[in-house]
């Protein structure tokens, strides 16, 4: 959880600068981080809690956004995954594999399985950071998980045509779970959660009247469970993204690939809303190893936001085997209070 503000003029501690940006206050200079997956290591708390904080005390992030396993949404409610060494884990059995599927879909108990693991996981990162960081934990949308159920965008796209009812009272089941599973996320000390669209921010996969149906209602029942966090971030995924649509979603901040193809700038989005704003760089590998692409970008970035109301952070989740240089440009970018 944020500290109090600091006296006037004092030097910033890292909950302290996060704070300030998410207040709109003057910083001593931009909160950065970035986040990625250490797929060996995501299996048990213990790893997991133990790579996040590697990662950011070997970048010295100054907020930690914890990247858990995708698969944890969907293992309790029966899916089945092979782990992989170098890569996302492989689905082996589905939890749902057709619309009667879906009416077997219960509330689960988040202090269990998979979900109470990650909340073992998020206990001992709380205990180790102590008040030297935020941490925020993903939260995927409840349409999300319906894809991490069924294995596949594509169906659930048929589930939205053809079996409406039945997606829409699973989805109520889902969102009632992620609710409370959140809440209990902020009982172990996270300052709030980051709650991503994955695939169905774009409108390339949902249309905006079937956004408004089958996700709008279900995310908002989850943000509202958390709304009195001081740093929930709404991540709105991929390209051709519906964030113009969703800036009155409760939130403290708005996350997005700013390079992707049809998304808005950090400057349009600036000009509709006064949240706080986080992004900035390109997660593309080829640009993360480029370190002066990195840096090219995060002064634009910084000139397009004045350095006020704004994180710096790549558009998204990196790639693991992401350059150091690339990384430590990222850092660098807002080192001694750089300013556009």
Known sequence: MLRPEPAEGAALSKPERVQAALGGDAVDRVPVSAWWHEFAREWSPEALAAATLEAFRTYDWD?????????????????RFQPHPDRQPELIEAAVRSADDLSRLQRLDVTQGAYGEQLAALNLIARELGAEAPFIQTVFSPLAVVSRLTGSTAFVQR???????????????????????ARACLDTGAAGVFFATVEWGSADHISADDYDRFARPF???????VRDAPFN?????RGNNHLRRLLDYPAAAFHWDVHGEGNPSLAEVAALTDRVLMGGVSQAPESLADPGRVAAQARDALAQTKGSRFLLAPGCSIEPHTPEAGLRALREAVAGGARP
């Open 159 to 181: 589930l939205i045509r053809e079996h409406p009812d039945a997606l829409l009272a699973a989805l109520d089941v889902i969102a009632e779970t992620l609710a409370a599973y």
């Open 233 to 237: 971030v709404f991540h709105v995924c």
């Open 219 to 225: 995310d908002l029942r989850v943000l509202e469970a």
């Open 63 to 79: 907020f930690i956004k914890v990247n858990p396993r995708a698969t944890y949404y969907a293992e309790d409610w029966g899916g």
